[in-house]
């Protein structure tokens, strides 16, 4: 069955150190593959896409995710996180021809 | 410019009630969707129209009726509210619709609705 996962319900990074959210998903081929961040009170908005090509795609606010094929993955990262990335972020898969999937998120808390 | 406003950004009222929220999108794209965001944060796609007409509807009560006078609205309307229906509903919009992958998603900031 085609599904995204988000294995991390909840991470901790101290200011100024390095991130990385993973991202799973399960189908046959490759899917589109996206991240989103979800501020407090806030709508989405979308940090970076991968549809093909280089496997590393860079995003907006610093943030840069891997698409590894032989893993299924799509990990986010960040080398330097900033109280201001406290967010939910969102992992998001199209499988094919279907509608936008989403992981069920990982909420990350900045400690000074 | 709000690129896809909603409104109303809260919304409060007693269970059997009937409310709509509306949602608009300046950005000249064919397909709009509403996605539910319930109290754990899954987001779970429940209508997708492009151009006018219904293209997703997921296993939706029929309590929730979207409607969608032209291309830049897309409003929804639930009757007989119920307590499981407390949520942030999203509005969104996208260039190309009809499941293409290449769609991206912009997000308008959530309605939420708690039924009491």
């Known amino acids: 069955a085609q599904s995204v996962t988000q294995p991390d319900i909840h991470i901790t990074v101290s200011e100024g150190a390095s991130l990385e959210l993973r991202c799973n998903y399960s189908?046959?081929?490759?899917?589109?593959l996206f991240w989103y961040v979800q501020s407090p009170g806030q709508g989405l908005q979308l940090l970076l896409k991968y549809f093909s090509g280089d496997t590393l795609v860079q995003g907006i606010k610093g943030f840069e995710a891997e698409f590894k094929r032989s893993q299924s993955s799509f990990n986010l990262r960040k080398p330097s996180v900033h109280w201001s990335d406290a967010a939910e972020y969102f992992c998001?898969?199209?499988?094919?021809?279907?509608?936008?999937?989403f992981g069920t998120g990982t909420r990350l808390t900045i400690i000074p | 410019d709000t690129a896809v406003s909603q409104t109303p950004k809260y919304l409060v009222t007693q269970m059997g009630n009937d409310k709509s929220i509306k949602c608009e999108q300046n950005l000249g794209h064919d397909t709009m969707y509403w996605y539910k965001q319930d109290s754990k944060k899954f987001l779970k796609i429940m209508f997708s129209y492009n151009n006018k007409e219904l293209i997703i509807n997921e296993t939706v009560p029929n309590r929730f009726s979207p409607k969608s006078p032209d291309k830049a609205h897309l409003n929804l309307h639930i009757n007989s509210l119920e307590l499981g229906d407390s949520a942030v509903y999203f509005c969104a919009s996208s260039q190309a619709g009809g499941g293409s992958g290449a769609n991206v998603l912009t997000f308008g900031a959530g309605s939420r609705l708690t039924v009491l």
């Open positions: 998001a898969v199209v499988f094919g021809n279907e509608k936008l999937t």
């Open positions: 189908y046959g081929a490759t899917p589109y």
